[in-house]
């Protein structure tokens, strides 16, 4: 499935944000307030796509995200390769959706886009045994760009400033539940050139093992999200670009950028 969170611009409550399964060039809701469970579909509510605004596909209690998971990233920043996964937390608050803007803020010098694969949590799940299998607790994937003040970055020494930003977490466009996330191909554009291409088979930490990891330190629910580590070719990005994290098996998430 391919379950959205949406506005129905047609609707007398066009403000009123709903889940639904994205089905070709219709969205069918869900009764639900959340998709992770159970669903009921209302066929005769279907919504056409043209009539909606998608919005963030889930509302996170937490962001846990990760650093130097791909080899030739680490490399590029001149930084060693992890030997266990380094983990550090987004606020809820840097969460867009697709179509949204990413807001350069005054105080930086250099923003980059991270292209990503995302995690999304379905069940609640703490410390993992070996005989667990962490799968069991992936409601599904979205694409995510881990928006990144650079120079703020390299100047605090810590991720909190330069990864918190509002905006700076735009996922979408939809959460993908059928997929395996051992090789998906993930591919970043800026202005429709190609600055990031590679493949989740290329993580040094994959899926399985970092939801084990996190599970180890802290509790994870419904909703949360693990950006999995972005590949090389990071760069700036500029006032009036367009970016788009595009991965096979999800869509495109495509955001717009401004300055303060």
Do not use: W
């Not at 919005?55 to 995200?65: D, M, N, Y």
């Not at 070996?130 to 069991?136: G, I, N, Q």
């Not at 409601?139 to 100047?155: E, I, M, P, S």
Request: net charge negative; glycine share 8%.
């Amino acid at each position: 499935m391919r379950i959205c969170r949406f506005l129905d611009l047609s609707s007398p409550h066009p403000r009123r944000a709903r889940y639904g399964v994205l089905e070709g060039e219709h969205i069918i809701p869900i009764r639900e307030d959340h998709p992770f469970g159970p669903l009921t579909r209302q066929e005769s509510e279907a919504v056409p796509v043209e009539r909606a605004q998608l919005l963030a596909p889930c509302e996170p209690s937490k962001i846990v995200a990760l650093g130097r998971n791909y080899r030739d990233h680490a490399e590029e920043l001149g930084h060693e390769v992890p030997a266990e996964p380094l983990i550090f937390l987004k606020p809820p608050s840097a969460v867009i959706g697709p179509e949204e803007t990413i807001r350069l803020p005054a105080m930086s010098a250099r923003v980059d886009y991270e292209g990503e694969l995302v995690v999304v949590i379905g069940r609640r799940v703490s410390r993992l045994r070996d005989e667990d299998d962490p799968l069991a607790y992936v409601f599904g994937y979205t694409c995510g760009n881990d928006v990144t003040a650079r120079d703020l970055q390299q100047r605090d020494g810590v991720f909190a400033r330069a990864k918190g930003f509002d905006t700076f977490a735009p996922i979408g466009p939809v959460v993908a539940t059928d997929l395996d996330p051992s090789d998906l191909r993930i591919e970043t554009r800026v202005n429709g050139r190609v600055r990031q291409r590679a493949s989740t088979r290329d993580l040094i930490f994959p899926v399985p093992q970092l939801v084990r990891f996190i599970s180890q330190i802290m509790t994870l629910l419904p909703g949360d999200l693990i950006f999995t580590g972005t590949p090389a070719g990071v760069g700036p990005l500029s006032d009036g670009d367009v970016v788009e994290v595009d991965i096979e098996g999800i869509g495109i998430l495509r955001n717009h950028v401004r300055a303060e």
